[in-house]
């Protein structure tokens, strides 16, 4: 078809659509449709959870999703609003509360520790409790938490971590590291001090802590190598080689170390997408030497989409027969809204979108709890009254009232986007508003925009979903995911015959028996 053609369709789609809903018959029937719909939902899933997914889109607050969800259906011609995300076809939504132990608004290494250890931190810290402070080395000992990765691999599950960050950052590192500074990425980034004092670097315990996580995918590759060794897709550029001071050499040690595992090292698309899922066990791949690129700027000929990812994630794990836990994150949403670039922040939540939907083909419902929420939100917002159908990333229908000038949908509370022109407001309709790398105006000027401190939505579906309800402290996830799963401490209450998880109290009949014949005795 024509593009020409294509549009001519998605007009008069978006036309007939538009004279239907002047019909309330229309409205009436879609709330019927939906009403029905949520009164089969009375059977409740008790199944217990053999796989668990988890996607976190990193900075993903209810703005951006609202945001995603109208440039979802505008990128397919439509008008935008009513379109359905993938997320938005889960039946269970909730709230979390992001706050960190130390930071009403928070970060994102306290806010992963919450939801993949359950339980609370302080801001920068990983895989550590409150009890740790950040950057100080000495905390660490005595204060390490476990993740609900490593409760499932030692539940014989197949486990992995799939990012657009690097493997190291903040995210991915809560899964497997103990860490008391987010920053500490290599032994390079590490004070003298902590390095003698015992700490090690999250690169380094990326390979140690877990050793046999199946999958790893993401950026991040430079962190691995000697210091000044040459990239493998950028050689000679200094800011991408090796940062290593140790000499180690990590991809080779994990190469050399499961070579009779059915492994495999990749670090570009073409690879991955030549690999058989079928023929490997073990998946390392590291696609670029820091972060991945942003969707809308990635070279999708040597790059690996998260959609692209996530399918071959999923089909090396869901071999086991144990059932796999994998988290996914779309973390760069995240750095567009730092640099106060929406178009990029809000395509990598449509891209991560479309890996939920490519995820929900892989796996049943029946089988497979899958949550969607994100860390925390963003200063992020759009309004200004704007019609139907308007540009998610256009203007507003009217000029300022104070300063006649017009000014965009989106806006931010703070960030770089702050522009004063001759000691007044910037005229956006003198620059390209809609650009990839458009910052779009903030209040306040800053470097770097900044969290917001809201609650973030959880959308849930499959075994014990239901339990994902109302408003709920964030550490509250991970432990409705073991609970459905019968893993970590959530053990005993899935022994029933027929293999359900079911609501049981979480100790057997027979401990009730011992326990009543104390008494008589």
């Excluded at 509250?476 to 799963?485: N, Q």
């Amino acid at each position: 078809m024509h593009l020409w053609h294509f549009v001519q369709c998605q007009c008069k789609i978006s036309a007939d659509l538009h004279l239907q809903e002047k019909d309330p018959k229309f409205w009436n029937a879609w709330a019927q449709r939906t009403l029905k719909n949520a009164l089969t939902l009375q059977e409740l899933n008790k199944n217990k959870a053999k796989n668990l997914i988890l996607f976190l889109g990193d900075g993903m607050g209810i703005p951006t999703v609202t945001a995603a969800r109208i440039l979802k259906g505008q990128l397919n011609g439509q008008s935008g609003e009513e379109t359905q995300l993938e997320m938005d076809k889960f039946p269970f939504v909730s709230l979390s509360k992001t706050y960190n132990t130390n930071a009403q608004v928070p970060d994102s290494a306290g806010t992963a520790t919450a939801y993949l250890c359950g339980v609370k931190a302080n801001e920068g810290t990983l895989g550590v409790s409150a009890a740790a402070v950040r950057s100080q080395c000495n905390t660490t000992q005595g204060n390490e938490v476990t993740s609900i990765l490593k409760w499932a691999k030692d539940a014989g599950k197949s486990v992995g971590i799939v990012t657009t960050t690097r493997v190291n950052h903040a995210t991915p590192s809560a899964a497997y590291a103990h860490c008391v500074d987010r920053d500490w990425y290599s032994d390079n980034e590490m004070p003298v001090e902590a390095l003698q004092a015992g700490c090690k670097d999250i690169a380094r315990q990326l390979f140690e802590n877990i050793p046999n996580i199946d999958v790893i995918m993401g950026g991040g590759r430079k962190y691995m190598f000697p210091k000044n060794m040459s990239d493998v897709e950028y050689p000679n550029i200094l800011k991408h080689s090796g940062t290593r001071k140790d000499g180690r050499n990590l991809v080779q040690e994990w190469v050399d170390r499961m070579k009779d595992k059915k492994n495999h090292y990749v670090w570009n698309k073409t690879q991955l997408l030549s690999l058989n899922p079928n023929n490997v066990d073990y998946l390392l791949g590291l696609f670029e030497p820091g972060d991945m690129m942003y969707d809308l700027e990635r070279n999708t000929e040597s790059d690996p989409s998260l959609t692209e990812m996530v399918d071959v994630a999923i089909k090396i794990l869901k071999k086991n027969p144990s059932g796999f836990y994998l988290l996914v994150e779309g973390g760069r949403i995240d750095h567009g809204h730092h640099e106060g670039k929406a178009k990029q922040a809000l395509h990598e939540a449509v891209e991560m979108d479309r890996a939920i939907g490519r995820a929900g083909l892989l796996t049943s419902d029946h089988e497979t709890l899958t949550i969607v929420t994100a860390d925390h939100s963003h200063v992020f917002s759009f309004g200004g009254y704007t019609p139907r159908g308007n540009t998610i990333f256009g203007l507003a229908p009217m000029l300022s009232d104070v300063d006649q000038k017009p000014f965009t949908s989106i806006l931010y509370g703070n960030g770089p986007g702050y522009k004063v022109i001759n000691g007044a407001r910037e005229n956006v309709s003198a620059v390209d508003y809609k650009g990839n790398n458009y910052q779009a105006q903030a209040a306040v000027p800053l470097n770097a925009e900044t969290h917001g401190g809201e609650d973030v939505a959880v959308f849930a579906k499959g075994p014990l979903a239901h339990l994902l309800h109302g408003v709920h402290e964030q550490n509250y996830i991970p432990h409705v995911m073991a609970y459905a799963a019968c893993i970590g401490e959530y053990r005993e209450h899935c022994m029933s015959p027929s293999g359900s998880a079911g609501l049981r109290p979480a100790f057997s009949i027979v401990a009730v028996i011992l326990s009543a014949a104390r008494l008589l005795c």
